[in-house]
């Protein structure tokens, strides 16, 4: 596996991917607020957000996932990427992110910044240590949309609110 390859695996693009959906979803909720920088900067930083909170839930699953059969050829689990690199990558994409989300709202990059906390930290620890990290992780899976919408419009108000309700009780 190329080093690109296993940077880009790191940061589990299908989790990335899927919540950047959300995040159009509620740039679509803040109906014809933001200009297309705006719309990308939105969508760019919250992806680059994302990937550095699961390159942190890569890094502390590392040792689980050499002795599971679906995650065992992940690229921390491998070796492919050293654990100092990991973090150092994961540092870079929050920084990234989080500033490409200021150039919105200081709301949108706050809300990031809240849902890397309770992914990276929360759910992460939680997971190995009660079934109930489920809920826990529902909470930042359901942040992204908040991040479109907030970084348009500025403001956390009940179109907001009815998405984020929305996810979370999907999730």
């Known amino acids: 596996m190329s080093q690109w390859r296993a940077y880009y695996l790191l940061a589990k ?29 939105t969508m760019c ?3 680059l957000v994302m990937a550095s909170s699961c390159v942190v839930n890569n890094y502390y699953d590392r ?5 599971m059969e679906r995650t065992k050829d992940r690229p921390l689990a491998t070796g492919a990427i050293s654990p100092s690199k990991a973090i150092i990558y994961a540092m870079i994409l929050f920084l990234l992110g989080f500033g490409l989300l200021l150039t919105t709202t200081l709301l949108a990059a706050l809300l990031a910044a809240l ?3 309770l992914y990276a930290v929360v759910y992460t620890f939680l997971k190995h240590r009660t079934p109930y990290a489920t809920l826990v992780g529902a909470i930042p899976g359901a942040i992204p949309p908040l991040v479109g919408y907030t970084a348009l419009t500025g403001q956390l108000d009940g179109r907001a609110l009815i998405l984020f309700l929305t996810l979370l009780t999907w999730q």
């Not at 040792?63 to 002795?67: G, L």
């Open 63 to 67: 040792q689980i996932d050499r002795a």
């Open 13 to 41: 693009p299908g989790i990335v991917y899927g919540n950047t959906i959300s995040v159009v979803a509620g740039m679509f909720a803040a109906t014809g607020q933001g200009s297309i920088p705006s719309c990308v900067a």
């Open 45 to 47: 930083g919250t992806a």
């Open 115 to 117: 849902g890397w906390v």
